[in-house]
Every structure is written in C-alpha cells, then in structure tokens.
C-alpha cells in the first residue's frame, strides 16, 4: 500500500522561501507523472506544476519563474522549491501522483501542507 507524506510546509514573510517535499512509502511505479496542487480557503483546487516521467515541467502562469518542481527517483521524493513567495500563494498544498505502469491506471495524494505567506 503506498502513502505519500508531504511535509516542508509552513509561515513565511513575503519574498521568502520554502521547499515542500512528498515522499512515497514504497515503490511508486516505473511510469508517473507527478503534480503539486494548491487550494485557497472558498477556492477550486488548481494545478500548479506538474513532472513527467521523463523530466518535463510545467508551471501555472502564476507560478512561473518562481517555483520549481523536481523528483528523485531514488529517493522516492517529489519536491516543490518556492521562491519570491507571495500572499496570494497561501495555500494548502497537495502533491499527486498519478501512476501509468505497471497497471492498471491509479492516483494517489498526499494529506496537504498548509502554506502561508504573510508580514
């Protein structure tokens, strides 16, 4: 059974720093696309960056420049560096995992890390 625990989470001033990391208690899979997803209190959840199996990122428009998405494969570890942090990334933070080998087709997600930026 595998778990994802985040953790990293935390208060920080505007302009400040932090880095959010999502460990898998086993073996994830051979084939996963990774995300990081953050919901605002009254707020959808949205996507916030994402990486392939093969390397590949991408960033929300509001993100980009600023975050930065990474794995670890042998560590077992998706991380999210944070810089510049601003207000409006208060948030909790989830990360996600979705596994396409072996099959079949499955999700799996981390518990939340409340993120809050403020003076």
């Known amino acids: 059974q595998v778990q994802l625990v985040e953790s990293g989470g935390g208060l920080v001033q505007p302009g400040g720093s932090l880095r959010l990391s999502c460990a898998a208690s086993?073996?994830?899979?051979?084939?996963?696309?990774s995300h990081w997803y953050r919901q605002a209190p009254g707020k959808e959840r949205d996507l916030v960056a994402t990486i392939t199996n093969g390397g590949m990122t991408t960033y929300a428009d509001s993100v980009k420049g600023r975050f930065t998405i990474s794995r670890d494969n042998a560590k077992n570890t998706v991380s999210l560096q944070m810089n510049s942090l601003k207000p409006e990334d208060t948030a909790v933070y989830y990360c996600?995992?979705?596994?396409?080998?072996?099959?079949?087709?499955?999700?799996?997600w981390g518990q939340g890390t409340q993120v809050t930026v403020s003076s």
């Open positions: 086993g073996s994830i899979g051979s084939i996963f696309v």
């Open positions: 996600n995992v979705d596994v396409v080998r072996p099959l079949p087709l499955r999700s799996y």
